[in-house]
């Protein structure tokens, strides 16, 4: 075997060693080169949010609030390193309380921003250099509050009442001619299947409709309550509406049966008087009807009415 043919399992130790020698060397080489380089100062661009605090309460800021700019940033290859991942994921921000006219000129307020900065970092320039503000007054104005909902129920189970957000309704701030084109605010869709048993949740108005409006509060309660019911019926009385020349009315037949759904716990306090149903003799008397249409005007809040039947009645008129 010749020498060219040698490889590193055919090395000696000494030689061995004298290899491994070199690769530390190498390595400790490239670390003492990149302590040097990184220790050097540079000039980075760094992509990050610009953020418009302290907004007066009396007015509002036609534009963003955060504004993307670009940082011409200046420090040494550790700083810049380490601090680039600050900058990304923390807004730098300017205090706009204070300034009267409607630009904001960046390049005054970098002193303020590197204040911002770790230290050693430190701002060369800003583009955009200019920031145009817009603002103009803000009104409160107090809309309804609607829930956008897909609420299904285990088998025999329902509201026992009518849900409740508390509160019903909202308060919004905002520019005049945007506030005024809104006359509710919808919540974010709520989807609950096979309910068997109340909710209590709190649903948080996100999902602004407008960058300019604000709303309060932001956080509202949904209740739904939840009852298991049962099937009944009962047989109510019909009454005659209109017989103001004292007709002998017979009406066929003289009670309907009423089907509902009610909750088990209140099924036994169902009677007959909670019901009022009729039928108007106006319907033959000025409209020519000879069947009556049947209408039930009370029943208890707390029962789901099925089916009437009939819901149309035969009659005969003695005169």
């Given at each position: 075997m010749t020498n060219k043919e040698r490889s590193l399992f055919d090395l000696?130790?000494?030689e061995r060693r004298k290899l491994g020698l070199f690769?530390?060397?190498?390595?400790?080489?490239?670390?003492?080169?990149?302590?040097?380089?990184?220790?050097?100062?540079y000039f980075f661009k760094v992509n990050t949010q610009l953020l418009l605090t302290n907004i007066p309460a009396d007015r509002t800021l036609n534009v963003k609030t955060v504004e993307e700019v670009v940082l011409n940033v200046e420090g040494t290859g550790w700083q810049l390193l380490f601090s680039r991942i600050n900058l990304l994921n923390r807004p730098l921000k300017i205090d706009i309380s204070k300034i009267a006219d409607s630009n904001i000129l960046l390049y005054k307020h970098l002193e303020a921003l590197n204040r911002q900065l770790p230290k050693g970092i430190k701002i060369k320039s800003i583009k955009p250099e200019i920031i145009n503000l817009d603002f103009s007054s803000r009104?409160?104005?107090?809309?309804?509050?609607?829930?956008?909902?897909?609420?299904t129920f285990k088998k025999q189970y329902f509201y026992s009442s009518d849900l409740i957000l508390n509160p019903d309704s909202v308060t919004i701030s905002g520019p005049i001619d945007e506030v005024a084109k809104v006359k509710g605010w919808v919540t974010r869709k709520i989807v609950l299947h096979d309910l068997a048993d109340s909710v209590k949740m709190y649903i948080r108005l996100d999902g602004?409709?407008?960058?300019?409006?604000?709303?309060?509060?932001?956080?509202?309660?949904?209740?739904?309550?939840v009852e298991k019911y049962t099937e009944?019926?009962?047989?109510?009385?019909?009454?005659?509406?209109?017989?103001?020349?004292?007709?002998d009315v017979n009406l066929l037949p003289g009670k309907i049966n009423i089907r509902?759904?009610?909750?088990v716990n209140k099924y036994p306090l169902v009677d007959e008087d909670m019901f009022y149903a009729q039928v108007d003799l106006n319907q033959w008397k000025t409209m020519g009807r000879?069947?009556?249409?049947?209408?039930?005007?009370?029943?208890?809040?707390?029962i789901r009415v099925i089916n009437i039947n009939p819901h149309i009645i035969d009659f005969l008129v003695a005169k």
């Open positions: 000696n130790k000494r690769f530390i060397c190498l390595f400790f080489a490239i670390c003492f080169w990149l302590i040097s380089s990184l220790s050097n100062k009104i409160v104005k107090k809309i309804p509050l609607e829930l956008l909902a897909d609420i602004n409709q407008t960058n300019n409006i604000t709303i309060k509060p932001s956080l509202v309660m949904l209740s739904i309550p009944g019926s009962i047989m109510v009385k019909l009454h005659l509406a209109n017989n103001d020349r004292n007709y509902y759904l009610c909750p000879n069947r009556l249409d049947v209408k039930l005007l009370r029943s208890p809040d707390f």
